[in-house]
């Protein structure tokens, strides 16, 4: 088969394959106004001891590998992908940010 009939065939190969799987690639990713603050009553924040305001000041959210700053006081956290935590903050899996 020719370069021409390959990139054809692969085409629509992908065209056959691809559309049951494009939902996934669409979906829409939670931004930072739709996600709530974890409470510290929260099941998963207290399986995790977390705490709004750090008992420790070496040991941050901010300073955190798992977090992403989204504001000055607010971030996200891999460990509660759906809540928002505080930059304050802190939980028993706290791990220094590389760098």
Not at 22 to 37: C, M, N, P, Q
Not at 59 to 77: P, R
Not at 89 to 98: L, P, V
């Amino acid at each position: 088969m020719d370069k021409d009939k390959r990139t054809l065939a692969a085409t629509i190969a992908g065209g056959v394959v691809l559309p049951p799987f494009s939902g996934l690639l669409l979906t829409r990713s939670v931004s930072a106004a739709d996600r709530a603050k974890l409470s510290p009553d929260d099941p998963a924040a207290k399986a995790l001891l977390y705490a709004q305001v750090s008992s420790d000041a070496n040991k941050l959210c901010a300073g955190c590998q798992f977090y992403t700053a989204v504001d000055n006081e607010w971030g996200s956290c891999v460990l509660f992908p759906d809540r928002l935590v505080s930059a304050t903050g802190a939980c028993n899996s706290w791990f220094k940010r590389a760098g």
